[in-house]
């Protein structure tokens, strides 16, 4: 079972988003519900991809216990017992997380510890990635002598804008900017770490932030195949895009077919859907040790 849209009789709609669907529960906590759609150059499709809701929500739920000494979060948990009547938890459950409400950060925090995407794309054009100057020569899907921190501005609508150090700075302060990169390289590194024990390889990933009780807290989803870039350790060769476990068999089959990336979307043939399925389960399986991902397709 799919599940492309949500309407929870007992709660206050507050948003629809590329993925997600948000629903206030009282004045200071919200249920975010991950819904099936695929959003992939800043469009979103017609066809839902089965389960992939639920990878997100348990596979960031994992990570965010996996992560907590690193600093605040905004989980408080999966279980839905009380909120929702019952007719509408069963197609809910696993999908759905408990969160305290955050006044967010309007800043996507971008790591990235390999050449690729658009970062791949800009340093072809001018030998840097959002004002790091990095050495010549590099191919596509190298990794880079560092770890580098390339925010970006977060869009309601469109496509988000890339921003330097000092960009981020004139948005949101130098105080806060120092704080946004530290704690998104330091999750970064946590989360490449883990990944190496299960042989994939983090090339990239953004977090997102926001103020609760005067505290910065990690929130939305955290190193799921949607925000993050996942290769296979055992099949990785510089010099071309490696084999993933993320949205980027998606992006790879539309370039194929020439879209531009304007709407309307193409049709995702049925292989495709079902072979990004596979991927994200695959993902989830192997970062959680196996962990049961409750209430699937099958």
């Not at 009789?9 to 991950?34: E, H, N």
């Not at 696993?94 to 967010?104: I, L, N, P, Q, Y």
């Not at 993050?228 to 055992?234: I, K, M, V």
């Not at 695959?282 to 959680?288: G, K, P, S, Y």
């Given at each position: 079972?799919?599940?492309?849209?949500?309407?929870?009789?007992?709660?206050?709609?507050?948003?629809?988003?590329?993925?997600?669907?948000?629903?206030?529960?009282?004045?200071?906590?919200?249920?975010?519900?991950?819904?099936?759609?695929?959003?992939?150059?800043?469009?979103?499709?017609?066809?839902?991809?089965?389960?992939?809701?639920?990878?997100?929500?348990?596979?960031?739920?994992?990570?965010?216990?996996?992560?907590?000494?690193?600093?605040?979060?905004?989980?408080?948990?999966?279980?839905?017992?009380?909120?929702?009547?019952?007719?509408?938890?069963?197609?809910?459950?696993?999908?759905?997380?408990?969160?305290?409400?955050?006044?967010?950060?309007?800043?996507?925090?971008?790591?990235?510890?390999?050449?690729?995407?658009?970062?791949?794309?800009?340093?072809?054009?001018?030998?840097?990635v959002?004002?790091?100057?990095?050495?010549?020569?590099?191919?596509?899907a190298?990794?880079?002598?560092?770890?580098?921190?390339?925010?970006?501005?977060?869009a309601?609508?469109?496509?988000?804008?890339?921003?330097?150090?000092?960009?981020?700075?004139?948005?949101?302060?130098?105080?806060?900017?120092?704080?946004?990169?530290?704690?998104?390289l330091?999750?970064?590194?946590?989360?490449?770490?883990?990944?190496?024990?299960?042989?994939?390889?983090?090339?990239?990933?953004?977090?997102?932030?926001?103020?609760?009780?005067?505290?910065?807290?990690?929130?939305?989803e955290?190193?799921?195949?949607?925000?993050?870039?996942?290769?296979?350790?055992?099949?990785?060769?510089?010099?071309?895009?490696?084999p993933?476990?993320?949205?980027?068999?998606?992006?790879?089959?539309?370039?194929?077919?020439?879209?531009?990336?304007?709407?309307?979307?193409?049709?995702?043939?049925?292989?495709?859907?079902?072979?990004?399925?596979?991927?994200?389960?695959a993902?989830?399986?192997?970062?959680?040790?196996?962990?049961?991902?409750?209430?699937?397709?099958?």
């Amino acid at each position: 079972m799919t599940l492309r849209s949500t309407s929870i009789s007992a709660l206050p709609l507050i948003g629809r988003g590329k993925v997600r669907d948000t629903y206030a529960l009282g004045d200071d906590q919200l249920l975010l519900v991950a819904t099936d759609r695929l959003s992939a150059f800043d469009v979103i499709f017609d066809e839902p991809i089965p389960d992939k809701g639920r990878v997100l929500t348990q596979l960031s739920a994992w990570w965010l216990a996996h992560l907590a000494g690193l600093g605040p979060t905004h989980y408080l948990g999966l279980d839905l017992d009380g909120l929702l009547p019952e007719a509408e938890r069963a197609e809910l459950d696993g999908r759905s997380m408990v969160v305290r409400r955050a006044e967010r950060i309007d800043a996507e925090c971008v790591v990235r510890g390999y050449l690729a995407g658009s970062g791949w794309a800009e340093y072809r054009r001018n030998g840097e990635v959002a004002g790091h100057h990095l050495p010549t020569g590099l191919r596509e899907a190298d990794a880079l002598p560092e770890p580098i921190f390339t925010p970006s501005t977060k869009a309601e609508v469109g496509h988000d804008a890339n921003l330097t150090r000092d960009g981020l700075v004139e948005l949101v302060g130098p105080d806060l900017a120092t704080d946004l990169e530290s704690r998104s390289l330091a999750l970064y590194r946590a989360g490449a770490a883990r990944a190496a024990e299960v042989g994939l390889i983090l090339a990239d990933t953004k977090f997102e932030f926001g103020w609760i009780d005067g505290q910065l807290a990690l929130i939305d989803e955290v190193l799921t195949p949607d925000s993050s870039r996942f290769w296979l350790a055992d099949s990785y060769q510089p010099g071309s895009s490696p084999p993933s476990l993320d949205k980027q068999f998606v992006r790879d089959f539309l370039d194929a077919a020439g879209w531009d990336h304007e709407p309307p979307p193409p049709s995702l043939p049925d292989d495709v859907v079902a072979g990004t399925r596979d991927r994200y389960l695959a993902a989830h399986r192997l970062l959680t040790d196996g962990a049961p991902l409750r209430g699937t397709a099958g």
